[in-house]
């Protein structure tokens, strides 16, 4: 059945003497430490969602978060601490791809439902894909394979610069693969520690090998550091690449340096059209401005809800076969700036719109009603960015 | 300590401390970097300095260090704790007052000076003639507080002051380019490493701190303050810590974790040049800077020649400081000007 | 204060490129160091450019009780130090029973019959006394190193090492941590270990030193009661004339690290280098 | 003129009161000494005197010229001219012979200078650039006592000076603690074990037994009566 | 000082009570440990008590080296790494006749995993022994990174890298259902808890047989005064090298148990602040005393998972509370004052720790008992 989320037609059933009338939510989750803006964006998110689910459905949500202190072990054992001891339903969050896999991994062993809200490891979704766990954000390949046309068009070399960790990896040979598949040639890749306080040696390496383009794959708040260095070497002239932007991280530099940059591929973010009622609510909460962690954390609540909600159960099996191969009709759909999203069911894989994005001028760079320093190049529906199931190595 | 005045009779006997296997080992390694002089000329020129540079900054974190540890023979661990201080206070004369670069870069050194001051009066006077281990774990224990303390002050996101206009961009050195920043941070560090080297080697102030460290209560009998000095010397090694930190935020920012990111690295310099030692300490940041900077280029030159691309292992340079100590202390197992007898 | 040359005599040691310029007398009697109990053959031990022993002979017989003495700085600690391996000598070799043991290990030499004393106190401060002569003795059974890890080491040593602590008197503070103790019983504690190793060369530095007249007294009749009873070899550093005299059967000493005089006890009294060098008049009474 | 007076001082450790009530008195350019056997009292006695951190003075007065000492820090009580040399020597094992000295100059109100003190010690002139803990013990002593000298004090401690030296050099120091005392008028607070060396020095003695006063006598009645030595000192 | 048998201090000779009270203890504290941390007054929950248990195995080997030989080392993680990784990786990947997942390719890595530490441990040993206390620190700490870096660098794919191992490293006698773990073998089931107690018992006793044994007071030996012990004719450096092995294997063993407890291998767990906080706990509990390690990692580990989630701090009870304290706000900040508690720890007795406070003040209750009677 294509499912409807309409709130009308599941209302009833909610009514119906369903024993669904709470629903328990843990999120584990990185809420110290650098990654804690992040961490603390997708809670935000979260709580907006319950808002509206709550009064949308006749049910109680309740959400519990703890700390992941970015470390999978840590991540783990809370995690484990919510479900044996506080009981909650399903499981959500997580804003780096090694925390995501531990916890992956664990509810897939256990029998709970997962929504790794902010992890963008192919893996996740690919080799390490479990029947439990549902990524409700866009994959490295599909970002890679959105940026690819406009670094094909940009640059014939290109240098690749990443963080060396599951995410980083992954966004280099995804990144690396859609470029020579596009016929054209990477001419060096470098690891770079992460997190790292020194990228003068990448950056000298990448200016030595005379490569016209960099593809700057560097994780978090690293990227500033990545891109003044980038500047300081006087090669920010070149073509620079980001496959996976999220505003945040600019929004620490000056705009000057903010403007270097020149292709990224996006999830979403506030240059892209819809949810601008999302946005405002953000914005009014005034702790930051909306950006992708907040759309995040709202799709993994609203997602896992609703699941719950169409299977009459939160046991996971039950919301599985809700999710699987399920057509999204929610408010996210308008959120994200409307087209096709699914749940897909050899991977799990949210198929969903991407974009592809640049830099503003530094005049044109808007700080209100919230900061939008770039602006949406091109749209791709998600069919046209997402590998096939054969390609990602999942077998569910 | 006290021959860290003739630097240059220690260096000659360094050098002349040869062995077949040392010879061996340094014409492999004057051969590799020839290689990859060869192989890259042009990176390997701006890695070159770019490792100078990148070293002379190791010498700043790790300067203040050396000093409290050399000679007040106190492990002090709360000193990434400070260097991160030095960083926020920046950010809050820059930021929160409103007040220049300038007047940061001398309001933070003695901000953490005097936070320094409190932590030497209030727990590390406490310890002076214990074992070194328990020096240690106190300031790791105020590592905590301190680290802790900033997070509920300034939150646990990093924060960044404004470069100064005139820092921004990059200074043109004819072969390579260099942030100019960058070049300023050497400065300021090549500075503060010659006045500590002058204040304890030639100073009667540097020769009151060494008998004290050396045997406190016998200093005191002899007539010396010594409790003052020991306070000043706390606060001169804050206050370098604090300098350190001024430095790094600007261009990087600064988060909580900062405190104990860097005085790993900071021990790992200091003990690659030997306990005891300023002039080692300043010799080792440069080595490991250089390597660190250096050794992915020689291998990749390797890779190239050998035709082994599993020799260009990547990411190598976080491990780099650690396996230069490691070589170091094998060869020369109290560093390369260590003193015997001293913190052992 | 009137002597020849004042500032040789008192003894520092020398810098080496210093010619022999005194003629040693009375030298080391016909024993040759192979042979001896304990042997030293032309030992060199230099740090930096002091010669702190200088091509020094030296051969001690079964049974003797052997003092040495000399000014501060002779080389008196350097060659104990030497001898029991905790120095590696620069030259020349050591040996015991007729056997080179020169580059041994100073771990094995309390296992072939070697042991020492310290000149400042060296103990296991936080160790009760019984643990401290305990761990000596189980030392001494098990050899340098013992993978005894089946059994609780109170099965191991302990009657033995209360014995000890009897003969040298220390029964009473059994008990009490070593770093309680009062110094004079600290020093005696210190050769209380070292006879726990059960050796036949005993080699004790200024083991008097910091005691009361009293104690200083009981001391000698003890060390010289212990090598009577066990038959043992004793080399003694001492400056206190009174000892050596009573209670040494030769007297070796030493100036600026080499050998000067070996006699009998009233013979280096009437030496006339060893008054010089040494002695400068001493005071027979109060 | 009085230099030091202790009076009734009571002094002791954690693990228990060792003085009972010392009194003695120093007068000025005057050579005393204090005898008494192991563990009487008498480096507990100095210490307090020179403000060492332990033991806790538990009561009584010690008074310096007209000041009073109690609670005083020891560096500013060396700074008014009171040299300590404590049991053991305590050089500063990385400096070397002359910066061992130049620190005692420098934190001196009076002190002499480099060369005047390194006369008196012609053996410790040679090895200027030697670091102490490459020096023998006797060597070592020199130095403590030479750096004391330097100071240039009113008076000054020395707790057993004698500890560990040859006969020889027990004589040239003997020499020189005459010497400073005579020429230099520096009083002098002798500690010791060796009585026949203090009797060779000083004028006046003081025994010290279960931390008291026991006698005070002069160099003649200590040599006439042996029967006293004996209960005491156990010569 | 001198009661309990294997605290460094040993004095005459014990009761029989006496001597065999930390075994009696480690039997006590697995009884109790988990009843009283479930419990409503405390709300914890049950994997933590086997965590504490691990923590505290891991603990008291690094203990072994650190309290009873002296030797602090900064890398200690890495010795728990080998336990973690390489029967996970055995399991994972199977070797040779050995399919994955089976349980006897399981018991295989185990053994291979205590015999590779043991062999690395050795070698390490010999090595770096002979060097002064902070080189001796550092250069565990460079080991500890070099294993690290290996680690994440994936070699092989075999250790996952950043990400670890996080699927099938679990053998098949391990069954899990939404968050607990049991033991399934010869048709019985073990709660996990019990398994770990039980394998925490036997390595306690272990090294309580270790160190009152002539061979631990040798350790003891070295650590107090080492040049003393070599002129008393200790082979120091052979057993500080042996020290570092046995170390390095009592590491091991909670590193199996904890690649179950958290069903994988983490690389955090190999970071050098899993090194760091082991001497942290090490040093709070109290290096000097046998439950030193125990108390320092129940406490640490404690204060962390617990007062972190405590919102309402009542009193006395619940049901009749008086006083309702709201702590959240404070314990947010709860390593501020665990770095205070450190901080006093230290200054006060750094080798009494928390565990050496107890005892004093214990003796002090009997002391005044004593004293109320007569
Ligand atoms: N630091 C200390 N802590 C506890 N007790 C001490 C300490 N120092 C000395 N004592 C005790 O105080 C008493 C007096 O010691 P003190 O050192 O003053 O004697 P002394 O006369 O100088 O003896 P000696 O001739 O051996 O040097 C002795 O019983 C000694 O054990
Ligand atoms: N580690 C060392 N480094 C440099 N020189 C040393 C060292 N140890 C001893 N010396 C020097 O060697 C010489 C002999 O010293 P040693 O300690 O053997 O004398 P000693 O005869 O035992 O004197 P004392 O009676 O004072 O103890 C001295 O000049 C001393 O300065
Ligand atoms: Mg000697
Ligand atoms: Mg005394």
């Known amino acids: 059945i294509g499912g409807d989320d309409d709130g009308s037609s599941d209302g009833e059933t909610m009514n119906g003497g369903s024993s669904l009338d709470s629903i328990s939510i843990g999120m584990v989750t990185s809420t110290s430490g650098p990654f804690a803006v992040f961490g603390n964006a997708a809670i935000t998110g979260a709580e907006l969602a319950i808002e509206d689910l709550e009064s949308e459905y006749n049910v109680e949500i309740d959400l519990s978060t703890d700390d992941s202190q970015l470390e999978p072990g840590t991540g783990l054992e809370r995690a484990r601490a919510l479900v044996t001891e506080g009981d909650v339903d399903f499981l959500t969050g997580a804003v780096s791809s090694s925390v995501a896999l531990r916890l992956a991994g664990w509810a897939t062993d256990n029998e709970v439902t997962y929504f790794p809200t902010g992890s963008h490891s192919d893996a996740l979704t690919g080799g390490e894909c479990g029947d439990f766990v549902f990524r409700p954000s866009a994959s490295n390949s599909m970002l890679a394979n959105s940026i690819s046309s406009g670094m094909v068009e940009a640059s014939d070399e290109w240098f690749l610069m990443y963080s060396d960790y599951t995410w980083g990896q992954t966004a280099a040979d995804a990144v690396q693969g859609a470029l020579e598949a596009a016929g054209n040639t990477v001419v060096g890749r470098e690891a770079v520690p992460f997190p790292s306080d020194d990228y003068a040696q990448y950056v000298n390496r990448a200016k030595a090998s005379g490569a016209p383009a960099i593809g700057v794959l560097i994780a978090g708040l690293d990227l500033r550091k990545a891109s003044s260095q980038i500047i300081a070497s006087g090669i920010q002239d070149r073509t620079l690449a980001m496959h996976q932007l999220e505003d945040f991280v600019f929004w620490g530099m000056d705009k000057d340096a903010a403007s270097i940059l020149d292709v990224a591929g996006q999830v979403w973010g506030p240059a892209v059209d819809g949810g601008e009622d999302f946005k405002q609510r953000i914005t009014e909460q005034g702790e930051m401005d909306p950006y992708i962690r907040h759309l995040l954390g709202y799709i993994s609540v609203d997602q896992g809800v609703r699941a719950a909600v169409r299977a009459e159960s939160t046991a996971a099996p039950d919301m599985r076969d809700a999710l699987e191969g399920h057509e999204v009709s929610s408010p996210i759909v308008d959120m994200k700036g409307g087209g096709d999203m699914y749940w897909r069911e050899g991977d799990h894989q949210l198929v969903q719109p991407t974009y592809t994005v640049t830099s503003r001028s530094t005049d044109a760079m808007a700080d209100d009603p919230h900061k939008d320093w770039f602006s949406v190049e091109n749209k791709f529906a998600g069919d046209d960015v997402t590998r096939p199931v054969e390609e990602t190595g999942c077998s569910l | 300590m006290s021959s860290t005045l003739d630097a240059r009779t220690r260096m000659q006997r360094l050098l002349s401390e040869r062995s077949p296997a040392a010879l061996l080992g340094a014409l492999a390694g004057v051969l590799l970097l020839g290689n990859a002089a060869v192989q890259k000329p042009g990176l390997f020129i701006d890695q070159a300095i770019g490792g100078l540079v990148y070293g002379m900054i190791l010498v700043m974190i790790s300067l203040g260090l050396a000093l409290v540890l050399g000679l007040m023979g106190v492990v002090n661990f709360a000193h990434g704790a400070l260097f991160m201080l030095g960083g926020y206070f920046t950010y809050a004369t820059m930021a929160s007052y409103g007040l220049p670069f300038w007047a940061a870069l001398l309001i933070a050194p003695i901000g953490v000076g005097i936070v320094g001051i409190v932590i030497e009066v209030v727990v590390l006077r406490r310890l002076y003639g214990k074992e070194p281990i328990i020096g240690l774990l106190a300031t790791f224990g105020l590592t905590l507080m301190i680290e802790e303390a900033a997070r509920f002050v300034w939150g646990a996101s990093a924060v960044q002051p404004a470069k100064p206009e005139f820092l921004t961009g990059g200074t043109d050195l004819i072969v390579t380019q260099v942030g100019t920043y960058r070049l300023f941070t050497v400065a300021v560090s090549t500075i503060s490493v010659a006045g500590v080297y002058y204040l304890i080697t030639k100073t009667d102030f540097g020769l009151s701190v060494r008998a004290g460290v050396q045997d406190g209560e016998m200093t005191e009998f002899v007539g010396v303050n010594l409790p003052l000095r020991f306070t000043a010397m706390f606060f001169l090694g804050s206050a370098i810590a604090g300098l350190g930190g001024a430095l790094r935020v600007v261009e990087f920012g600064i988060d909580p974790g900062a405190a104990e990111e860097f005085v790993l690295l900071a021990f790992v310099v200091v003990v690659i040049g030997g306990v005891g030692s300023i002039f080692g300490s300043v010799l080792a940041g440069l080595l490991v800077g250089w390597a660190q900077f250096l050794v992915p280029v020689v291998l990749s030159a390797l890779a190239i020649v050998t035709g082994v691309s599993a020799i260009n292992v990547q990411g190598i340079s976080d491990i780099i400081p650690f396996l230069v100590m490691i070589v170091v202390l094998l060869i020369r197992p109290r560093g390369l000007f260590g003193e015997e007898g001293l913190l052992e | ?286 | 003129m009085t230099l030091l007076t202790v009076e009734n001082l009571e002094a002791g450790y954690e693990t228990g009161q060792v003085l009972f009530g010392v009194d003695l008195v120093v007068e000025e350019s005057e050579l005393v000494s204090l005898l008494g056997r192991n563990g009487a009292g008498k480096t507990t006695t100095l210490r307090s005197v020179a403000g060492a951190a332990e033991p806790t003075v538990l009561g009584g007065e010690i008074t310096f010229g007209s000041e009073q000492l109690a609670g005083v820090a020891p560096y500013s009580i060396a700074q008014r001219g009171l040299s300590f040399v404590p049991e053991a020597r305590r050089c500063f094992p990385r400096l070397t012979v002359r910066e061992n000295i130049r620190l005692a100059i420098n934190h001196a109100s009076d002190p002499k200078d480099l060369e005047t003190v390194l006369d008196f010690f012609p053996e410790l002139s040679e090895m200027r650039e030697k670091q102490a803990r490459n020096m023998s013990g006797g060597e070592q002593q020199m130095l403590a006592i030479a750096r004391a000298l330097a100071a240039n004090p009113q008076l000054m401690l020395l707790d057993e000076p004698f500890e560990g030296l040859a006969p020889y050099i027990v004589r040239r120091i003997e020499d020189i603690i005459a010497e400073i005392n005579d020429q230099q008028g520096i009083a002098v607070l002798l500690v010791e074990q060796n009585v026949a060396a203090a009797v060779a020095v000083a004028d006046r003695h003081y025994i010290l037994d279960e931390g008291r006063i026991v006698e005070s006598v002069s160099t003649t009645q200590l040599r006439e009566n042996e029967e006293m030595r004996q209960r005491y000192l156990g010569v | 000082m001198s009661g309990e048998s294997t605290d460094r201090a040993t004095g005459g000779l014990p009761s029989m009570f006496e001597r065999y009270k930390i075994p009696l203890g480690l039997v006590v504290l697995v009884v109790a440990l988990r009843p009283l941390i479930t419990s409503e007054m405390v709300l914890g929950y049950n994997a933590i008590a086997s965590k504490m248990l691990i923590m505290m195995l891991f603990v008291a080997g690094f203990n072994l080296l650190f309290g009873y030989t002296g030797l602090l080392s900064f890398g200690h993680a890495m010795f728990l790494g080998f336990g973690i990784y390489i029967p996970a990786i055995l399991v994972l990947n199977g070797a040779w006749v050995l399919p994955a997942g089976g349980n006897i390719t399981f018991l295989v890595g185990v053994i291979l995993a205590l015999a590779a530490v043991a062999v690395y441990g050795y070698l390490l040993g010999t090595l770096i022994v002979g060097m002064g206390e902070i080189y001796f620190a550092l250069l565990t700490l460079a080991f500890s990174q070099a294993i690290y870096f290996i680690v994440l660098r994936n070699p092989g794919e075999l250790t996952g890298g950043s990400n670890g191992l996080t699927q099938g490293t679990l053998p098949d006698f391990v069954e899990q259902t939404r968050g607990e773990i049991a033991i399934e073998a010869f048709g019985l089931s073990l709660d996990w808890y019990w398994a770990v107690a039980v394998v925490f018992l036997l390595g306690m006793l272990a090294l309580w047989q270790i160190v009152r044994s002539p061979f631990g007071r040798s350790l003891v030996a070295v650590s107090e005064n080492e040049q003393l012990a070599r002129a008393m004719g200790v082979d120091t450096t052979s057993y500080k090298i042996w020290s570092v092995t046995f170390s390095g294997v009592f590491s091991a063993l909670a590193g199996v148990l904890l690649m179950i407890q958290n069903s994988g291998a983490a690389i955090e767990n190999l970071s050098v602040f899993t090194s760091g906080d082991t001497v942290l706990m090490a040093v709070l509990g109290g290096v000097n005393y046998f439950f030193g390690p125990v108390v320092g990692a129940f406490s640490w580990l404690f204060v962390e998972d617990f007062l972190t989630n405590f919102e309402l701090w009542q009193f006395p009870l619940s049901e009749v509370t008086f006083v309702t304290v709201d702590l959240s706000d404070i314990l947010v900040y709860w390593q501020f004052l665990l770095g205070a508690l450190f901080v006093v720890v230290v200054l006060t007795a750094p080798e009494e720790g928390i565990w050496g406070y107890i005892r004093s003040v214990a003796s002090w209750l009997r002391k005044r008992m004593q004293q109320v009677r007569a």
């Open chain 3, 1 to 286: 204060m009137s002597h020849a040359n004042e500032t040789d005599e008192v003894g520092h040691a020398k810098s080496t490129d210093r010619g022999h310029d005194q003629e040693p007398s009375p030298i080391e009697p016909a024993v040759a160091p192979s042979s001896a109990v304990l042997g030293v053959h032309e030992m060199t031990r230099t740090f930096g450019e002091v010669l702190a022993v200088d091509t020094l002979s030296l051969g001690i017989e079964a049974g003797e009780l052997r003092a040495v003495i000399g000014p501060n700085g002779a080389g008196k600690t350097t060659l104990f130090n030497c001898i029991m391996g905790a120095l590696n000598p620069t030259e020349g070799s050591v040996y015991l029973n007729g056997s080179e043991i020169t580059g041994d290990a100073e771990e094995q030499r309390p296992h072939k019959g070697m042991a020492r004393s310290f000149q400042s106190n060296q103990l296991f401060a936080d160790q009760t006394v019984l643990e401290n002569i305990r761990l000596v003795v189980q030392t001494a059974r098990q050899g340098a190193f013992s993978m005894d890890l089946f059994r609780s080491h109170y099965s191991v040593g302990r009657e033995r090492a209360i014995e000890i602590a009897d003969d040298v008197g220390l029964t009473a503070d059994l008990d009490a941590e070593a770093k309680n103790l009062p110094h004079g019983e600290q020093r005696r504690l210190g050769i209380a270990m070292a006879l726990a190793t059960d050796p036949d060369v005993l080699l004790l530095d200024e083991p008097t030193s910091g005691m009361s007249p009293a104690a200083t007294a009981e001391t000698a009749s003890l060390i010289k009661e212990v090598r009577d009873d066990r038959g043992l070899t004793v080399v003694l550093i001492e400056h206190d004339m009174d000892v050596v005299l009573s209670i040494s059967d030769r007297i070796t000493v030493l100036n600026r690290g080499e050998v000067i005089a070996t006699d009998s006890p009233d013979a280096i009294q009437g030496n006339q280098a060893v008054q010089d060098a040494y002695l400068g008049g001493m005071r027979e009474e109060i």
